[in-house]
């Protein structure tokens, strides 16, 4: 294994847990089972500011998800 392949495995490692964490975090759209596991930012900060978090943990999960798939696709090229 070369340094980049470990580095590049690190970074995936770190976006697959922030993921995971992040979505956690959100706010289900239905209030049904979901909702009870997640909707954390709303529990910890209260309603308005929670709203303000799940918009924001959106946008970066989205972002973060991005970069996770280009960091495997890269990872996967580099092995071969």
Do not use: P
């Not at 998800?65 to 990872?75: E, G, H, N, P, W």
């Amino acid at each position: 294994m070369s340094v980049i392949e470990i580095i590049f495995g690190a970074i995936i490692l770190i976006f697959a847990v922030f993921l995971v964490v992040a979505v956690l975090m959100q706010h289900g759209k239905t209030h049904h089972l979901s909702g009870t596991i997640a909707g954390g930012a709303e529990n910890l900060l209260g309603k308005k500011m929670g709203d303000k978090v799940d918009k924001v943990l959106s946008k970066v999960t989205s972002v973060v998800s991005i970069v996770f798939v280009v960091a495997v696709i890269v990872l996967y090229v580099l092995q071969s």
